[in-house]
Each structure stands twice: as C-alpha cells, then as structure tokens.
C-alpha cells in the first residue's frame, strides 16, 4: 500500500523540480532537436550523393555492356563478310 503513495510522491517531486527548471530543459531540448536536425540533413545529403554515384556507375555500365554489344555484332558481320 505504501507503494503508490511513494511513487506519486516522487512523481510530482520529479514534476515539480522540471517545472522549476523549465527554462534549462527547453534549452537542452532546442539544442537536441538542432543537432538532431543537422544530423538528419548530412544523412539526406549523403544519401542523394550515394544514390547519384550509383545512377552514374549504372549509365556506365549501360554504355559499356551498349558498347560492347556493337562490336560483337560488327564482329559477326565482318565474319560473315569473310566467309562469303
């Protein structure tokens, strides 16, 4: 029984002690969120940059595999060429 008076003693002491240093805690906050913020925009920075170097290796590839189909059919035709 003496459980729930404790802890609502300490409840409303915790409360009582955040309201009278209300205004550290909002500063602590404002500077968690902007850290916060900073953090989430590098991530979304380095993400884009990740995700352009995979399109550029991926039209790389696309022209190199293009590439290479054009000289293996000018290849074929020349054999042909030669055995006619």
Do not use: H, R, W, Y
């Given at each position: 029984?003496?459980?729930?008076?404790?802890?609502?003693?300490?409840?409303?002491?915790?409360a009582?002690i955040?309201?009278?240093?209300?205004?550290?805690?909002?500063?602590?906050?404002?500077?968690?969120?902007?850290?916060s913020?900073d953090?989430?925009?590098?991530?979304?920075?380095?993400?884009?940059?990740?995700?352009?170097?995979?399109?550029?290796?991926?039209?790389?590839?696309?022209?190199?595999?293009?590439?290479?189909?054009?000289?293996?059919?000018?290849?074929?035709?020349?054999?042909?060429?030669?055995?006619k």
């Amino acid at each position: 029984m003496a459980l729930p008076f404790v802890l609502g003693l300490a409840v409303g002491a915790g409360a009582v002690i955040a309201f009278s240093k209300s205004d550290k805690i909002k500063k602590k906050a404002v500077s968690l969120f902007s850290k916060s913020k900073d953090v989430a925009n590098s991530s979304l920075e380095k993400g884009k940059e990740t995700v352009e170097d995979v399109k550029d290796t991926i039209n790389a590839t696309a022209a190199c595999i293009k590439e290479k189909k054009e000289q293996q059919k000018l290849a074929k035709e020349s054999e042909k060429k030669e055995e006619k």
